[in-house]
């Protein structure tokens, strides 16, 4: 369907009351490629260009701003993910949009603009249980760009043979997101295992000469094992974006 005939159609729904005028303006904007909030300048053109839409970063925001720019997004018929959501806007965001999903481990909020078929297989791994509301974050985020997705948790080197363990659902995977802190060793030997991309999470998990995780992200960049990407410490949704980009063009 065209641009031109999804404005018809929208303004004939709006003649007959199925739509209201704020669901107008949204498609109206949504074809500029740019929604203009005052706080915000929301990127409605980012799924044509990068393949998903502008995920909204709930830290550092007013539970105004979080509710007035997904509901906005969601208006405009794309994807609503919002990750780091602050606890004081979580009321207010699935008041104005009840279908979402919240999750209080990850932070996230999640509100599909329509159902969809998953593709290709996420795994995502942590080395301990602390370690699982960053590895929940790259769930969400997986699952939201369009994988089937598992998390396996506290598998980490302290005892190897949990890892073997799970051997045979890591060779399964499209991807996998190794989420640790300490001494960040997990994905350079689950890299060793698995001939898919593994897409490394150093956490802040640890104490003392963990550095706030900057210990678990040196040993992670220095990998032996050639197919670990690293990304910045607690960065759950950037591993989970990463892997489910690689897991659902594979199976495509």
Not at 70 to 76: P, W
Request: aromatic fraction near 4%.
């Amino acid at each position: 369907m065209t641009d031109r005939q999804k404005l018809l159609e929208a303004l004939n729904r709006f003649r007959q009351g199925q739509l209201d005028a704020e669901s107008i303006v949204a498609l109206v904007e949504s074809g500029t490629g740019t929604a203009e909030l005052g706080y915000a300048r929301l990127d409605l053109a980012r799924q044509a260009r990068c393949g998903f839409p502008e995920v909204i970063l709930g830290q550092g925001k007013t539970p105004e701003w979080i509710v007035g720019t997904a509901t906005r997004l969601s208006a405009a018929g794309q994807d609503c993910l919002v990750t780091r959501l602050p606890a004081e806007a979580v009321g207010p965001l699935t008041l104005a949009l009840p279908a979402g999903e919240h999750d209080p481990v990850a932070r996230t909020f999640w509100l599909p603009a329509s159902p969809r078929k998953a593709t290709g297989r996420v795994l995502v791994l942590t080395a301990g249980t602390g370690d699982i509301p960053v590895a929940r974050e790259a769930l969400v985020t997986a699952r939201a760009m369009g994988a089937e997705v598992e998390l396996i948790a506290d598998v980490g080197v302290a005892g190897l043979h949990r890892v073997l363990g799970v051997l045979p659902r890591l060779l399964e995977a499209d991807a996998i997101v190794v989420v640790a802190g300490m001494d960040g060793a997990l994905p350079s030997v689950v890299g060793g295992l698995v001939s898919c991309p593994v897409f490394a999470v150093p956490t802040s998990i640890g104490y003392g000469a963990a550095f706030q995780g900057l210990a678990a992200l040196m040993t992670m960049l220095n990998a032996c094992s050639a197919g670990v990407a690293v990304v910045n410490i607690d960065g759950g949704f950037k591993g989970g974006y990463l892997a489910g980009l690689v897991a659902t063009r594979r199976k495509a």
